[in-house]
């Protein structure tokens, strides 16, 4: 359930605020979240979960605008941060470093100091030379390093090549036959604290039975590591339940939340989750105006003033999101591809597509870009970023500005001319 809805006049709104108006008065093209959206989701996510001990940690490379952050932090949630910057913008937002992981498979030196400073719950590692690193930088800094290994269960997700991480060909994680030995030589290793067991399969999941799948292969190593003696306090399934883009359907969070407690039955960890998208996909839109009609004699496009610049996934993943008019149309429908003014081929938004006619000026909403969308978007053909708003009820706030042209060309500086 979400918050986009058409009202009586058939004008698409986000909550109480009618979209038309935010177009009006912030330009397009624009992101909107709606607080009462993420508030269920977080709810949707958390209910299920009430009885068993647990933190939720939002992987914040889905959205991580501070507004949104904050009010993670403010609903008692964590983070899971995959870089330096993350992890900044995770402290700024009010996220006690307490309940922050930190997952990826390249961390800089200055980024593992960083995180050691800070105090973090707990490293979730993806190599054996990360685990020696960490170990040296927690003994230059006098600190021990809490870690979990990251164990790639080798299970299919059966999602989108690009974001399956958890099967052998995968960069991602340690291989669960080699898992037991990391741990083994973690064990041995002076500055380095063993507090949990990791694994995240894949992103996009619309089926319970790879996940329950990997927790049953990590049950199976924690016997063995028990049985040598290691003691840890988490168990960090990761993030990966899928959402409603188009005709999925993915688990509830009730089916997912009860399933997992059934299959952990018996094991005595904390759990941490690491849900995104989950969370965010679906609270969030992206807001652009038709600029031009073209016609072609193969095909109508639909050119429009957002592109892969603002919204990456339909390029890179042939992902769909479904478009939506603002002012709703009952006219005719014609096939066009919805496309934007970046110089590719693939940057399109839609293709294909059964749309009412549009026109120019026209605004349309593609729909479930709350996850991946800014947090990916660029600065490509030196477009500036485009305004991300915040609805709550019946009120809006523009929690990041549109860049500037000046923007674009901050900290860059042209070298003075030699001969
Ligand atoms: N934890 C880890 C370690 C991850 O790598 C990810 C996502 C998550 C949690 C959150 O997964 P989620 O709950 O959002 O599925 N850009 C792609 C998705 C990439 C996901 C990468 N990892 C897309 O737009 O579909």
Redo the contacts with the bound molecule.
């Keep these: 359930m979400h918050d986009f809805i058409y009202d009586k006049e058939g004008r698409l709104c986000c909550a109480d605020v009618e979209l038309e108006k935010v177009a009006a008065e912030v330009g397009t093209p624009f992101y909107c979240y709606s607080l009462g959206t993420l508030k269920r989701h977080i709810q949707a996510f958390e209910e299920p979960l009430e009885g068993i001990e647990h933190q939720t940690c939002f992987?914040m490379?889905?959205n991580s605008n501070l507004a949104i952050l904050a009010f993670m932090a403010k609903k008692g949630l964590g983070a899971?941060v995959?870089s330096g910057g993350e992890l900044y913008r995770a402290l700024k937002a009010g996220i006690p470093a307490s309940k922050i992981v930190y997952?990826?498979v390249g961390k800089t030196t200055a980024e593992i100091d960083m995180a050691i400073g800070e105090g973090i719950m707990m490293f979730?590692i993806e190599s054996e030379q990360e685990l020696e690193v960490i170990d040296e930088r927690a003994g230059a800094l006098g600190k021990k390093a809490p870690i979990s290994i990251?164990v790639n269960p080798d299970v299919d997700p059966q999602t989108?090549p690009?974001?399956s991480?958890g099967m052998k060909d995968n960069k991602?994680g340690i291989d669960i036959e080699a898992s037991t030995r990391q741990y083994l030589r973690a064990r041995q290793m002076k500055n380095i604290e063993i507090v949990g067991i990791?694994c995240?399969i894949?992103?996009?999941?619309t089926d319970i039975s790879p996940f329950i799948d990997a927790v049953d292969r990590l049950r199976a190593l924690i016997s063995t590591l028990r049985a040598a003696g290691m003691n840890f306090r988490y168990l960090d399934l990761?993030?990966?339940?899928?959402i409603t883009y188009s005709t999925e359907h993915p688990p509830h969070p009730r089916e997912y939340g009860a399933a997992i407690i059934e299959a952990v039955k018996g094991l005595d960890l904390k759990l941490i989750f690491?849900?995104?998208?989950?969370?965010v996909?679906n609270a969030g839109i992206l807001v652009t105006r038709v600029l031009y009609r073209k016609e072609t004699p193969n095909k109508t496009f639909i050119i429009v003033d957002a592109g892969m610049s603002e919204l990456?996934?339909p390029a890179?993943?042939h992902?769909f999101h479904d478009i939506k008019p603002l002012s709703l149309k009952h006219g005719p429908t014609e096939k066009a591809d919805v496309v934007g003014p970046i110089c590719e081929s693939s940057d399109f938004l839609a293709k294909d597509r059964d749309l009412p006619v549009l026109s120019r000026g026209d605004l349309i909403a593609v729909m479930s870009a709350g996850?991946?969308?800014f947090?990916?978007a660029s600065n490509y053909n030196s477009r500036p970023k485009p305004p991300e708003v915040l609805v709550d009820g019946s009120r809006y706030s523009v929690v990041i500005r549109r860049q500037s042209y000046e923007d674009l060309v901050s900290g860059e500086s042209i070298p003075e001319a030699r001969g």
Excluded: C
């Design positions: 992987a490379k889905a899971d995959v997952s990826g979730n990251r989108h690009y974001i991480t991602f990791d995240h894949g992103s996009q999941l990761g993030g990966g339940l899928g690491e849900p995104g998208r989950v969370i996909g990456i996934r890179l993943y992902a996850a991946y969308g947090t990916m």
